[in-house]
């Protein structure tokens, strides 16, 4: 017999369903019905199959073959045999031989199938009467494929709920998984932002409050994590359930910052981090509305920063950018790149300003102002150090300058110098006083270096004379440390004298230099221009003070 050898068949198009029973299996073909009516049940076609002893097959994919009808064969089961010596008419009646069992003709138990509104499960209520016998499962998968139910039939939970239930869940359908949301990863933390840090030691250090989170340049700073669109369910019916996507999120970047890679937003600048929960941007100034002490702490800052009141005593404020001061700096310290206090300085023998490039100030008294350019006082300067690499003016209201030492490498201006006290009061010009203080820390360091050097050289030459071979590994690895650390050494050595040759070059290059009085210079006042000295004897008004042949001269104002 040939593989696909047909063997018989039952119907036709026009009872609307084809039977094939070949050797390789048993095909039943559903033909589409243009009138939509109902030519047949899917009991028929049960029965049919039981005639030809046909039990081994799929309920599920029967009644989808019946309800789709699309007119193309589907296998139902596997190799078939016919019974042998039976004729067509015979098959026709063929039945299974099955073990004898007692007839129950009782009435059978009455149900129905209850489907959920969201069409996600079809409940089997059964009416139990001890009177009646209970449905079969083939009743109960009828009924499913009567009502057009094919997805999720629980044939394990039909037969459970056969025997020992009123009530269970015949069919159940997939639920959809909904998306999730985007959501903003931040790759920072304010949570610790306005309190005090605490050192290795668990003791509390109230001058860092840590008032800002710094950002540097290319920094990330959060990152989107999109939404989902989730996954789609299916009811009973087959039919796909769409799900409930998630919610998207814009990316969060601010002022200051810019969008990479679709999802992450990246610092354009250094300065503090600005979170309002919807956009997260980088402000190159840090604003103080009050005063800075117990309440903020030290402030050191990438940026410009402005402050409300003053500096207090024993506090410390550094920015990379301009610092404005609307109060007072009463003892605190102040390092920016320019510095402008509105209130002046009050050094109580302890306070510093110190600008990169300018310092402006109402006032100073008994502090040290230190400036790469010009260090301009409205009023007066009392008993203070200021060195300006350019100009050093104290003009305006009343232009004094009284005691101290003031230094600048091209022009010291004031209207009055000294007292009638005779104070004691030290003014030299022609010397750039940030390039001699760099020089001389640049000699300082270089002598320390040539001693260290001097000392590796002499304690390597004596280990030289050992087997380092005998020496503990440790010992000897010791020594090989101190050989590798003698060329770094030499190297900054080297470049130190190559920078004091540079700074001596600038130094002697300032020639030209002067002191200009408005009003009056009194006695006690010491004068050096180009290092040429003058002690002043008497007082002298409106004058210039300049070097001409090796001897300070005064000219007009």
Do not use: W
């Amino acid at each position: 017999m040939d593989e696909n050898e047909k063997i018989s068949e039952v119907g036709g198009e026009t009872a609307g369903y084809l039977f094939e029973f070949k050797s390789d299996g048993v095909y039943l073909t559903v033909y589409p019905n243009d009138d939509n009516g109902i030519l047949f049940e899917l009991s028929d076609m049960r029965q049919i199959l039981k005639d030809y002893g046909v039990a081994d097959y799929d309920i599920e994919l029967l009644a989808r073959v019946v309800r789709t009808a699309d007119g193309v064969p589907v296998r139902l089961a596997d190799r078939f045999v016919s019974p042998v010596g039976a004729g067509a008419e015979e098959r026709a009646n063929v039945r299974v031989e099955e073990k004898a069992e007692e007839v129950d003709d009782r009435e059978t138990m009455t149900f129905t199938v209850d489907v959920a509104k969201d069409r996600m499960t079809a409940k089997i209520r059964i009416e139990r009467d001890a009177a009646k016998k209970p449905p079969t499962a083939e009743a109960i998968l009828q009924a499913l494929a009567d009502r057009r139910i094919t997805y999720g039939i629980d044939n394990d939970a039909i037969n459970a709920g056969l025997e020992h239930g009123s009530e269970f869940i015949a069919a159940k359908g997939t639920a959809p998984q909904n998306g999730i949301d985007a959501k903003i990863e931040r790759k920072f933390s304010l949570a610790e932002k306005g309190k005090p840090a605490v050192n290795k030691y668990d003791q509390v250090d109230y001058k860092n409050m840590n008032l800002f989170v710094l950002a540097k340049k290319g920094q990330v700073l959060a990152e989107r994590i999109p939404h989902t669109q989730g996954i789609p369910g299916t009811n009973i019916f087959g039919d796909e359930i769409r799900p409930k996507p998630g919610k998207p999120k814009p990316v969060p970047a601010g002022k200051n910052t810019e969008i990479k890679d679709e999802n992450l937003v990246v610092s354009l600048i250094e300065g503090q981090i600005v979170d309002n929960g919807t956009k997260i941007s980088v402000d190159p100034k840090l604003n103080i509305d009050g005063d800075v002490g117990v309440g903020t702490g030290n402030i050191d800052f990438v940026g410009a920063v402005d402050i409300g009141g003053s500096v207090m005593q024993g506090f410390i404020v550094k920015a990379t950018g301009d610092i404005n001061i609307k109060g007072m700096v009463s003892g605190g310290v102040v390092h920016g790149y320019n510095v402008y206090i509105a209130g002046g300085v009050q050094g109580m023998n302890r306070g510093e300003v110190r600008a990169e490039e300018e310092v402006r100030a109402a006032f100073v008294e008994n502090a040290k102002i230190e400036a790469g350019g010009n260090i301009f006082i409205t009023d007066v300067a009392l008993h203070s150090d200021l060195r300006a690499g350019k100009v050093l003016a104290v003009e305006g209201k009343r232009g004094l300058v009284t005691g101290g030492y003031l230094a600048a490498g091209e022009e010291i201006r004031a209207k009055t110098i000294g007292n009638t006290l005779f104070v004691a009061t030290k003014l030299v010009v022609g010397v750039n006083p940030m390039l001699q203080r760099r020089y001389q820390e640049t000699c300082k360091e270089y002598a320390e270096l040539k001693k260290k050097l001097s000392q590796l050289t002499k304690a390597l030459n004596t280990l030289g004379k050992i087997d380092v071979s005998k020496l503990p590994p440790e010992r000897a690895a010791q020594i090989s440390q101190m050989t590798r650390s003698q060329f770094p050494l030499a190297g900054k050595i080297e470049r130190d004298e190559k920078l004091i040759r540079e700074l001596e070059e600038q130094i002697a290059q300032m020639r030209i230099g002067r002191i200009r009085v408005a009003d009056k210079m009194y006695p006690g006042t010491r004068i050096i221009i180009n290092s040429v000295m003058k002690n002043i004897q008497s007082e002298e008004q409106h004058c210039t003070l300049t070097v001409e042949d090796d001897e300070i001269k005064s000219g007009a104002y």
